[in-house]
C-alpha cells in the first residue's frame, strides 16, 4: 500500500533497526518505545487487521515474538517482565493500519500501563452470560 509506512519500511523507501527478517516477516525497533527494547512484528505483506492475515503467517509472528521474548530476557535490557500487544482496528487503539504486534519490555515504575473502566474488578459476569457468549464464537469457528 503506497501510503502505509509499514509498507515503506519492508520495501526499504524508509529506515528500520531491524531485529528479523525472512520471506513474510520483519521485526524492527519502534521508533516511539514504550521502553528501552520495544520491537514490532509485522508480516511483510499489507494486511490491515490480524483476522484478514492468513493462519500461518499470524501464527509465524508469534513464534518469532517468542524468540524476541527470549533474546530480550538474555540481553542487559532493564526488563522484569515483557508484554505483547496488537491492537485490531481504529477502537481497539491500532494507529497504523498494517497488522503489528508489539513487544514492551516491561519493568516496576515504567509508568505504563493499561486502563481499566471502575466497574472491571467489582461487577462480573453471570455464568450464563459467559456460555452464551461462548457459544456465539464456538459455532462461528
Known amino acids: 500500500m503506497s501510503d502505509c ?3 515503506k519500511i519492508v520495501s526499504g523507501e524508509f529506515t528500520s533497526s531491524k531485529v528479523y527478517e525472512d520471506d513474510s516477516i520483519l521485526a524492527f525497533m519502534d521508533i516511539q518505545p514504550v521502553n528501552e527494547g520495544h520491537i514490532l512484528i509485522i508480516p511483510k505483506k499489507h494486511v490491515e487487521l490480524i483476522a484478514d492475515l492468513d493462519n500461518e503467517t499470524s501464527a509465524k509472528m508469534f513464534v518469532i515474538a ?6 530480550l530476557r538474555k540481553s542487559d535490557l532493564k526488563l522484569e517482565g515483557i508484554n505483547y500487544f496488537l491492537a485490531d482496528g481504529e477502537t481497539a487503539g491500532q494507529e497504523v493500519f498494517h497488522t503489528h504486534l508489539h513487544i514492551y519490555p ?4 515504567d509508568g505504563f500501563g493499561m486502563v481499566y473502566n471502575e ?3 467489582k461487577v462480573l459476569p453471570k ?3 459467559l456460555d452464551l457468549i461462548a457459544e456465539k ?3 462461528l469457528l
Do not use: D, H, T
Request: a positive charge.
Open 127 to 129: 455464568r450464563a452470560e
Open 137 to 139: 464464537v464456538r459455532i
Open 66 to 71: 517468542g524468540k524476541i521474548n527470549k533474546a
Open 5 to 7: 509506512v509499514f509498507c
Open 106 to 109: 516491561r519493568f516496576v515504575g
Open 119 to 121: 466497574n472491571y474488578r
